[in-house]
């Protein structure tokens, strides 16, 4: 899952699924989250810093003042709605494959874990061992915990290129005249997810040709002193590929599952795609229709998701600005793009952080009881 706002969060999406054992599920260390931090929040300084520097702040305000509270309502409550189909894409699955009836409070709260972790950490690295070790944490059993995040992640990747594929043949000419450098960024961002897309097809339907395509990558690296440990690298990529495999029968067994999560992602980028579209009605404008804002934001999407930048911060920033300049007035890209942003990812930045700092105490709480009450258990009597 990177949290994929209207401006991706969450590459949380873009990783592959994690490994099924609790012990590679742990938290990452607490330096390396204030690292991550830093690095957000320097990233977010930078991004403004270059978007301010020619408007004076006097004028981005006044602009902003100017914005219909009713459209930007709007913009929030689709961000809102996108942030919660994290997780009930996840209870989708959960429901398929655990049968201990997991709340769809309890879900939304691991899709929000998600969002977070994948929002501070370089190419979202974190979120989906986070939302993994909550889980275990919470009871879910690791296989269904694994494969709920590998068929969320498999359905996340799909739609990412779907939607942007189905709307590119009749908007072509404005999304081309508008990309300007983001064209590369474009191109790369596709060319990774459809080798990821064909990496998940292949590892789920076709083990052989990827344990060849792993075993020739893995002897390569070696040879050239990338690995040191092959051995253990290609134990850790057996798990992987057995976890695919059972993916894969998941999907055979429960054909409607598929569906449910992928309409689940559509809705969800779909809610993401339209925010700039109200932020664009908010200021009083009109010429250019809504799906002309889901096309451009699904490209603006795809181009910086796979960027190893927490949050997609300052590429997702310099992109709006880029691609949405011809939709806005000149003096209104600045306080549409903070608009946005502020709409698509720094409240829900905010939200998804107080929902797993929530979680994590309810968990730690839950965890000193279980621990005090084990101290006070009376010894079994001795058999004489």
């Known amino acids: 899952m990177k949290m994929n706002q209207t401006e991706p969060v969450h590459a949380e999406s873009a990783a592959p699924a994690v ?11 607490k330096r390396w989250r204030i690292l991550s931090s830093v690095f957000l929040f320097a990233l977010i300084a ?7 520097r020619d408007t004076s702040l ?17 913009a929030l409550g689709a961000s809102l709605i996108a942030a919660v189909m994290f997780g009930i894409a996840l209870h989708i699955s959960l429901r398929a494959l655990d049968g201990k009836r997991i709340s769809l409070i309890r879900s939304i709260g691991f899709g929000f874990i998600g969002q977070y972790y994948t929002a501070i950490t370089p190419a979202g690295a974190a979120g989906q061992p986070m939302q993994l070790y909550y889980m275990l944490g919470y009871g879910v ?16 990747q799909i739609v990412v290129l779907l939607i942007p594929a189905l709307l590119f043949p009749f908007r072509a000419s404005l999304i081309l005249n508008n990309l300007g450098a983001f064209l590369w960024f474009l191109l790369f961002g596709a ?9 998940l097809l292949f590892a789920m339907f076709s083990q052989s040709f990827v344990n060849r395509a792993v075993n020739w990558a893995i002897r390569l690296m070696t040879k050239i002193k ?3 440990r092959p051995e253990a690298i290609q134990a850790r990529v057996n798990k992987q590929i057995a976890l695919y495999k059972q993916g894969a029968e998941v999907f055979r067994k429960h054909p409607w599952l598929l569906v449910g999560e992928l309409f689940a992602y559509v809705v969800l980028l779909g809610m993401q795609f339209v925010i700039p579209y109200f932020i664009y009605r908010a200021f009083g404008l009109s010429g250019f229709g809504m799906v002309d804002f889901i096309a451009l934001q699904s490209i603006l999407y795809l181009a910086v998701c796979f960027l190893p930048l927490p949050g997609s911060a300052g590429a997702s920033e310099s992109g709006f600005v880029t691609i949405f300049r011809v939709l806005f007035q000149s003096s209104l890209i600045v306080p549409a793009m903070l608009l946005s942003r502020l709409m698509s990812f720094y409240v829900i930045l905010l939200l998804s952080g107080v929902i797993s700092l929530t979680m994590h105490l309810i968990l730690t709480n839950r965890r000193k009881r279980a621990l005090a009450a084990a101290v006070e258990l009376p010894e079994p ?3 004489s």
């Open 19 to 29: 490994e099924p054992t609790q012990t590679e599920a742990k938290k990452p260390k």
């Open 46 to 52: 930078g991004a403004m810093y270059f978007a301010l």
């Open 58 to 74: 006097a004028e981005v305000w006044s602009a902003v003042q100017s914005a219909n509270p009713l459209w930007l309502l709007c």
């Open 141 to 156: 059993e690791v296989s269904h915990a694994s494969l709920s995040l590998l068929l969320v992640n498999a359905s996340h």
């Open 191 to 199: 060319i990774v997810n459809i080798g990821l897309i064909l990496f």
């Open 226 to 228: 990338i690995i040191k």
């Open 381 to 383: 009597p001795q058999e």
